[in-house]
């Protein structure tokens, strides 16, 4: 869960996922959004996946990425069972 939290917390990977939530995008179309060199683009892939947030898969020359939304499912399940409605507050320890 730390992995998911620390990809969330940079915008630049918010809005990859952003992009990639209307489907899947080549390497090359993902550097023609985003101003950044290509090293650095590949840094912020190399969170995502390592976060199991997005999968990869290498097409000949290509690299395609898209989402995995079993992760983000079961972040949102995690989120929700923390911070959700019926969230039930952590007894505190006696001492």
């Known amino acids: 869960m730390n992995d998911i939290f620390k990809a969330l917390a940079d915008p630049t990977r918010r809005e990859i996922l952003a992009v990639l939530r209307d489907g899947e995008q080549t390497a090359g179309q993902l550097a023609d959004r985003f101003p ?3 090293s650095t683009l590949s840094g912020h892939f190399s969170v995502l996946k390592a ?5 990869s898969e290498k097409r000949g020359t290509t690299i395609t990425y898209r989402l995995n939304t079993t992760v983000f499912q079961d972040a949102l399940a995690h989120l929700l069972h923390l911070f959700g409605p ?6 505190l320890k006696e001492n």
């Open 51 to 55: 976060a199991d947030l997005i999968v």
């Open 36 to 38: 950044l060199s290509k």
């Open 86 to 91: 019926h969230a039930a507050p952590t007894p």
